[in-house]
């Protein structure tokens, strides 16, 4: 299978309607010029994963506009697609409105003082979600993964956004994929969730800050050891609200290689990945085997 990451950067003056114009010529340009089966997004690339101000205003359905472009690359390439996350505006499942308006900076170090609430709201009784979106080679959203960790403590995403509460996977024509998004790649627990439902592949589009990048790569590294999976983690160059990028998307492989490492900048990494390599390590080191699960 080969596999390409879209590191597309997102900075705070380019319009977001020209940003999803851009992000969809660059799916069908890098389909066309890799042959890609799948390729992969970051997180929240219209809106920018720190611009919280803009949140509710971009907020959206999974079949809005966002989705209705993606579709149409997905379609038109004839690829498999991770379109990297939206702001999802959905139904409120309860609670009261988050006071998200007031949150900036990048959480602990930064501004906002929201109080972190966990019936987050996008107001007019709605809730919005960091979720991703997945589409197959016809265009078809096939699955929709709501971001289960929110990244900010008190402030930013954890107040003005709902928490997913699904652990997803998705069946590809030769493997199985398993979804999380940026902050979710600090707890390994979700990762061991999506393995046991059949994960073979990791997919983890972000909005990772630099000045955290060694987190990034190393933790990267991290789950594709511990869980014998490739990782494909694709994160956004420039910088927006005061917060730069890290950029550096990184593919690894079940033995925990790095097959392919982006710089900072905007840049498309494509790499072809030996599923065999999977059932192989897992078998011939077989520490998944040795899982102790009824200790406490
Ligand atoms: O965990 C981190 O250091 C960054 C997480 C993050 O930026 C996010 O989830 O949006």
Not at 13 to 24: G, M, N, W
Not at 60 to 77: F, H, L, N, Q, Y
Not at 79 to 84: E, I, Q, S
Not at 194 to 215: C, M, T
């Amino acid at each position: 299978m080969r596999a390409s990451l879209i590191q597309i950067g997102v900075d705070q003056d380019e319009p977001v309607e020209s940003r999803r114009k851009r992000a969809s010529t660059l799916v069908r340009d890098t389909h066309h010029q890799t042959g890609a089966d799948l390729i992969v997004l970051p997180e929240l690339w219209n809106v920018g994963a720190f611009a919280f101000q803009a949140f509710a205003a971009s907020a959206e359905p999974v079949d809005g506009p966002t989705a209705e472009v993606m579709s149409a690359a997905a379609r038109d390439a004839g690829v498999w697609l991770h379109a990297g996350s939206i702001v999802e505006r959905a139904p409120a499942a309860g609670g009261e409105e988050a006071a998200g308006e007031e949150a900036a900076g990048e959480g602990p170090a930064g501004g906002g003082s929201a109080a972190r609430d966990d019936g987050a709201a996008g107001g007019d009784g709605t809730t919005l979600y960091n979720t991703s979106l997945l589409f197959d080679p016809s265009g078809t959203l096939v699955r929709t993964y709501r971001k289960i960790h929110r990244f900010g403590f008190d402030k930013g995403e954890a107040v003005l956004m709902g928490a997913g509460t699904e652990v997803v996977t998705a069946s590809l024509p030769d493997t199985t994929i398993g979804l999380a998004t940026c902050y979710d790649l600090r707890f390994p627990e979700l990762f061991r969730l999506l393995i046991d439902a059949g994960a073979q592949l990791l997919v983890i589009p972000a909005g990772w800050p630099e000045r955290r990048r060694e987190h990034w790569t190393l933790l990267a590294r991290a789950r594709a050891v511990e869980n014998q999976a490739y990782v494909l983690a694709c994160g956004t160059a420039g910088t927006h609200a005061g917060v730069e990028q890290a950029g550096h998307s990184i593919v690894v492989d079940p033995w925990g290689e790095v097959l392919a490492e982006a710089g900072a900048g905007e840049s498309v990494l494509t790499v072809d990945l030996d599923l065999n390599q999977v059932t192989t390590t897992r078998a011939q080191f077989p520490v998944l085997r040795d899982r102790v699960l009824d200790v406490r």
